[in-house]
């Protein structure tokens, strides 16, 4: 019975040992995203790009929750169909964004010509 004890003792200060590491390593990396995140999400906010941050956010979101649901269930390949996606709706949005830019500034300098006529 003794025997047993300890060795439960052992497992628990064990587990909650590495518990707190992970906690620890957990803490960190949150601090650091948070230090490299915050300017480039003050310019987006700055430069009045919210539908790019908006889906910047969301991305995330849905990578954290799709990497639990990954290891909760262990389908390995999600998580890289969900990333093909969302690189997929990323780009078609930069596109979109960018052919509306470009079709802006055109007829911004067609009016200025047809102005000074």
């Known amino acids: ?6 060795k439960t003792s ?3 200060n064990s587990l909650v040992v590495d518990d707190i590491r992970g ?4 803490f960190c990396f949150i601090v650091v995203t948070y230090v490299v995140l915050r300017p480039i999400v003050h310019w987006l906010v700055k430069g009045r790009h919210l ?3 908006t889906y910047w956010i969301v991305s995330l979101l849905i990578i954290a929750f799709i990497a639990l649901l990954q ?3 262990e389908k ?17 949005l930069a596109l979109i ?3 509306r830019y470009l079709k802006d500034k055109f ?4 009016r200025r010509r047809s102005h000074k006529i």
């Open 107 to 110: 007829f911004q300098r067609y």
């Open 76 to 92: 390995w390949n999600l998580l890289m169909y969900i990333l093909e996606a969302l690189s997929l709706f990323g780009f078609t």
């Open 10 to 12: 052992l497992l628990f």
């Open 1 to 6: 019975m003794e025997h047993s004890i300890e």
């Open 23 to 26: 906690i620890i390593l957990a």
């Open 51 to 53: 539908i790019f941050l």
């Open 71 to 73: 290891v909760r269930m």
């Open 97 to 99: 964004y960018g052919v």
